[in-house]
């Protein structure tokens, strides 16, 4: 479907055209119509495929239609991290900017007086994280009384943070009559729960759920745990690399590979959870500007982080859960592009694994790198001992039985 099917006000058509966007992608074509004339959505598809214009346009339409003088928000967006409350009002300027509205982000790490100044001179939409709004609403900077939108950006990832007793504190002070969009990567039964406790009869969009995009060439390289270094070291200098994040499980993680990588000589950024927002905010523009080859993050940047010509994901660490392993990967390939996604994988990691090839419903290829010794022992101080092999074979039995117990040869 085109564009120019939907009905849009004519200066956010005026706006898609000058962006160069024709074709909507199925998520939006599907969720925009009903979305415009008012329904609860619930809107469920892999990332990389448009969810943020799918809630964005239908929102900015109704906003233009009520010709009414508002001081007070009419639209709050909730995300669940800085990283992309940025990127989502950077569409929605771009979206709005033949327009008249004012966008205004609200997240932590951020100065809060010029935050306070936008609220109070009156803003139409409001883009935020949870934490950081209920500041704002304790300070009673922000009045719900005019609001009409409610959209819930990435819910799962906002339920995983450990954000519904803010969500719930943020919605008991909106009107109750309102329209609520939900937009989610899974549709776990976490996030319908929360659709029960907050919309309305809602209309469910699925696209593609939990399935990478076939663009994503994806391998496992099965690697001893003191080697993982040397052999991302390895790939990098053997690979045609345009741009490439790597995903480490910690912080000091994070920590350790980009040193490591600047040793040797590779353009890299890096950003977590212990960065300052002005030095995340640095970095990503460094790397999406090409200033930096390789981006190390914790699993902050796994979803919101929205680059172009991305070539390569890494997955030095295993993610900690299936769904995850699908929005890291999703960094790469987006647009129609090709990319590769590489994990290394430890013999510890070998259950998460089995549990990731589940879900996707097929084997990922293991490979080894040609002429890379994985035979280097480790240093002493990295051997386990032998009551620790032990514990960890009893622990790994364990687990399987556990995930055995909880049906991990169905698929859902």
């Known amino acids: 479907m085109k564009f120019s099917q939907l009905n849009l006000s004519q200066s956010l058509q005026k706006a898609i055209d000058a962006m160069g966007y024709e074709e909507a992608t199925p998520i939006q074509a599907q969720a925009i119509p009903p979305a415009m004339e008012g329904h609860d959505i619930i809107g469920c598809a892999q990332t990389g495929t448009g969810k943020t214009a799918a809630f964005l346009l239908p929102a900015l339409h109704q906003v233009l239609a009520d010709s009414r003088k508002i001081k007070n928000p009419r639209v709050v967006v909730l995300a669940p991290t800085r990283e992309l409350v940025i990127q989502v009002t950077g569409e929605a300027r771009k979206l709005a900017n033949r327009t008249a509205l004012h966008i205004t982000p609200i997240y932590g790490g951020a100065r809060m007086r010029p935050q306070i100044d936008k609220l109070r001179r009156g803003t139409d939409i409001i883009i935020a994280t949870p934490g950081r709004l209920q500041d704002h609403m304790r300070r009673r900077n922000v009045n719900f009384k005019d609001l009409q939108i409610l959209i819930l950006d990435e819910a799962d990832r906002m339920l995983d943070m450990g954000f519904l007793p803010d969500i719930k504190q943020i919605v008991s002070r909106m009107p109750q009559q309102r329209q609520t969009m939900l937009f989610s990567a899974t549709m776990s039964p976490q996030v319908m729960n929360l659709t029960r406790q907050f919309q309305r009869d809602p209309q469910i969009i699925e696209i593609d759920i939990a399935t990478p995009p076939q663009a994503i060439r994806q391998a496992l390289y099965p690697v001893p745990k003191h080697l993982k270094t040397d052999l991302l070291?390895?790939?990098?200098?053997?690979?045609?690399?345009?741009?490439?994040?790597?995903?480490?499980?910690?912080?000091?993680?994070?920590?350790?590979?980009?040193?490591?990588?600047?040793?040797?000589?590779?353009?890299?950024?890096?950003?977590?959870?212990?960065?300052?927002?002005?030095?995340?905010?640095?970095?990503?523009?460094?790397?999406?500007?090409?200033?930096?080859?390789?981006?190390?993050?914790?699993?902050?940047?796994?979803?919101?982080?929205?680059?172009?010509?991305?070539?390569?994901?890494?997955?030095?660490?295993?993610?900690?859960?299936?769904?995850?392993?699908?929005?890291?990967?999703?960094?790469?390939?987006?647009?129609?592009?090709?990319?590769?996604?590489?994990?290394?994988?430890?013999?510890?990691?070998?259950?998460?694994?089995?549990?990731?090839?589940?879900?996707?419903?097929?084997?990922?290829?293991?490979?080894?790198?040609?002429?890379?010794?994985?035979?280097?022992?480790?240093?002493?101080?990295?051997?386990?001992?032998?009551?620790?092999?032990?514990?960890?074979?009893?622990?790994?039995?364990?687990?399987?039985?556990?995930?055995?117990?909880?049906?991990?040869?169905?698929?859902?």
């Open 233 to 412: 070291l390895a790939l990098l200098d053997r690979m045609d690399i345009n741009s490439m994040l790597v995903f480490t499980a910690t912080k000091q993680e994070a920590d350790i590979v980009t040193r490591k990588l600047i040793e040797a000589k590779i353009s890299v950024a890096c950003i977590h959870g212990d960065f300052r927002q002005r030095q995340r905010i640095s970095a990503l523009e460094g790397f999406r500007k090409g200033k930096h080859q390789v981006l190390v993050a914790t699993n902050i940047a796994a979803r919101g982080l929205d680059v172009e010509g991305i070539s390569h994901v890494i997955n030095y660490d295993a993610p900690e859960n299936p769904e995850n392993y699908v929005h890291r990967i999703g960094r790469t390939a987006r647009a129609e592009a090709e990319g590769d996604a590489i994990t290394l994988v430890t013999p510890d990691d070998e259950a998460m694994i089995h549990r990731i090839e589940y879900l996707l419903g097929y084997k990922i290829e293991r490979k080894t790198l040609p002429d890379f010794d994985y035979n280097v022992p480790a240093p002493s101080w990295a051997r386990p001992s032998t009551e620790a092999l032990l514990r960890n074979r009893t622990k790994s039995s364990n687990l399987a039985d556990r995930w055995r117990s909880m049906g991990g040869g169905r698929r859902r």
